[in-house]
C-alpha cells in the first residue's frame, strides 16, 4: 500500500467572473512522434526540449511569440549561434528517439 496516498479534495472557486484570464498565445509543437517535454525561463530566454518519440527521423515545427532561436546541450550551454526564427516558426529535423534543447526569445 502507498502510504503517502489521500483522497482527492476539490474546492468551488470563488473569484469574481469578471478576473477571468483573458486567451493569450503560447506555443505551437506541430510533428508527429515529437512531444514538448519541458519549458522553462533561462535569463532572457524560453527553453523548450523536444523528444522524437519515434524509430525514424522527423520534421518538427515549433510556432510562437518568438524572433530568434538557438540550440543548446542538456545543462543551457549554446551550441550553436543564434538563428532568426521567421515569423515566429521554427523548423527542426530531429532523428530517431532524439532530445533536442531549443533557447527561444
Request: hydrophobic share 40%; net charge neutral.
Amino acid at each position: 500500500t502507498d502510504r503517502y496516498a489521500h483522497p482527492a479534495m476539490t474546492q468551488s472557486g470563488g473569484a469574481d467572473r469578471s478576473t477571468a484570464l483573458g486567451s493569450s498565445a503560447g506555443l505551437r509543437l506541430d510533428g508527429e512522434g515529437v512531444v514538448l517535454s519541458a519549458v522553462r525561463r533561462r535569463g532572457d530566454w524560453l527553453e523548450v526540449r523536444l523528444v522524437a518519440e519515434r524509430p525514424d527521423p522527423v520534421r518538427a515545427t515549433l510556432r510562437g511569440a518568438f524572433r530568434e532561436a538557438r540550440t543548446v546541450d542538456l545543462l543551457g550551454r549554446p551550441t550553436g549561434t543564434p538563428s532568426d526564427a521567421a515569423d515566429g516558426e521554427l523548423t527542426v529535423e530531429l532523428g530517431a528517439w532524439e532530445l533536442l534543447t531549443i533557447q527561444l526569445r
